[in-house]
């Protein structure tokens, strides 16, 4: 609980002004964890980064994220009322 009292505090600012949140991929993964996001699919988008898309299905929140080469990710975009595609 503690880590995520930090994590939000940390990252309000730049939720705040649309800024992209940056940080090791394993620790990224591990938030996103922490709110039982799943990763849903992906897309390598050139040689250097790859687009992963997470979602939580009983909350509903979705997060993508683009992880580099270097080992870094960036959560780019999220948020709520998931949709499950009709098939």
């Known amino acids: 609980m503690r880590y995520l009292i930090v994590l939000f505090i940390l990252l309000t600012p730049a939720i705040a002004f649309g800024a992209p949140i940056c940080g090791p991929y394993e620790r990224i993964i591990l938030s996103l964890n922490q709110f039982n996001e799943r990763m849903w699919g992906m897309g390598i988008m050139n040689r250097e980064k790859v687009a992963e ?35």
Not at 57 to 79: L, P
């Open 53 to 87: 898309l997470w979602v939580n299905r009983k909350t509903q929140t979705w997060t993508i994220i683009v992880s580099h080469k270097n080992g870094i990710a960036c959560i780019t975009e999220y948020g709520n009322k998931w949709i499950e595609p009709i098939r």
